[in-house]
């Protein structure tokens, strides 16, 4: 309402109204941009993020069981992941030029460090005494590993999981408005360039429900079940 | 080793001896935890240990399990040296310890699976040993839905699970309340007397010892050791309330009450260098000054 109004007085190309907006939405959707911008986005979404997931958590493993990967990998870890993504871009291009590898690298990089961080500490605050009572039963090495460790630890993995999600689409939005090869962030840049506002706000409301949807999809069910399940839910 | 010699019917059958040679350990370098401790638990024995906090009865439970490797002297199942954790000394922990993301019926079969026993035979076995604590109804739930009496009964069954030959139990019962504490320790003894498993029991609570042990060891502190052992001449099984209990308590306790006051007077040298009495009134702030 505020935003209808506010822009009904603004009158300007520049302020579009929510109307506008969900012109703009229909329009792109029609004429296909839209869509093909969006399946772009969600392939690489989906292989950039399975990467991230499946590297973030063995190496959050790593750092959580063992002194020599802590030692040997934490300090560049920390640091790394104060670094955003996007700031590999112009060294990833440089290695795989205007390739997908170039963009994978960005989502991969952006999702991975946080979920390695998350599963680190998860692994960390695992009850020795759950690990002790393994220990006794006769569980050892990978055995403790799997049948204790990580599943003790996840909850604080989905947690890290979820967080790497979101990590994944920002980079992917940053990557593709700066580089040129379809998908949703290079739609934004095209609006720009068509001095279109209309179509970079129907792009952006495009983006809030991909997120909204896949984290849904993905990571809801998932916290309840776990939650339920570890007993979590309760005080 | 002379398990045969000097035990009562139940002898060895599934049990074996354990016993602690010259055992010292200390947690840090310089601060014994445990020193010069000996003890031989017999095949098919109910020892329970006693002791305020800070004798290390839980220290030495640990060293029986293979957890803590001791300073000096030998940790020893049936002669045989410990090297570590194994499934043949099941522990029982204070809090219960059953994994929150496995049903009780599959944190049963837990330790049988990494043993190796095929997915049929865990199920069996799973289904008796829970019929044996009482809980086969709550096979399918989990920990959080269990009070704390019967994630202890599951504690209990899953560390009968793999067959051991010595149960190590530390102070499983602590957290809970009165009645179900004695419950238990009634189904201990039952296990105990079904099972003729060796049993190490850990206790601060002299009652329970006296309850379950065939022999009860004192423990004192400063550094943590054994101060003496005092058999317990009750036949099995044996009834909560029974007269016979009371003098051991109050012979047991008498000895605890002169470690604890040890303890309080060591730890009051200190404290009694602070002010003594009354309220002191310092003339250069003037307080008390007009009053």
Redesign the interface.
Known sequence: MAWATASSLAATPLWPTPAGVAEALVAALRDGSLPRALGTSVLRLAVGYALALAGGVALGLALGRSVLVKDLAGPLVLGLSAVPSICWLPLSILWFGLSEAAIQVVVVLGALLPIAVATESAVRQVPP??V??A?????SGL?LLY??IV??A?PGIVAGAKLGFTFALRSLMAGELLFVSGGLGQLLETGRDLGDPALVLAVVVTIVALGRMLELALFRRLERLVAR???TD?P | MSSITNTPARTGRAGASATLAGVSFAFEAGRMAIADASLHVEAGELVCLVGPSGSGKSTILSLLAGLLAPVRGQVLEDGVPVRGPSPSRAVVFQEAALFPWLSLRANVEYPLSLSGVGRRERAARATELLRTVHLARFAASYPHELSGGMRQRGAIARALATDPKVLLMDEPFAALDAQTREILQGEVEQIFLATGKTIVFVTHNVREAVRLGDRVVLMGTRPGRILRTVAIAIERPRAPNDERVHAYVAELSAGIRAEVEKIAREEADDAWVAPRGGVRVDPAFGVGDGI
């Open positions: 005494l759950w002790r009572a220990r006794t039963m006769g569980a055995g049948g204790v599943p003790a996840l399940r570890w007993g309760r």
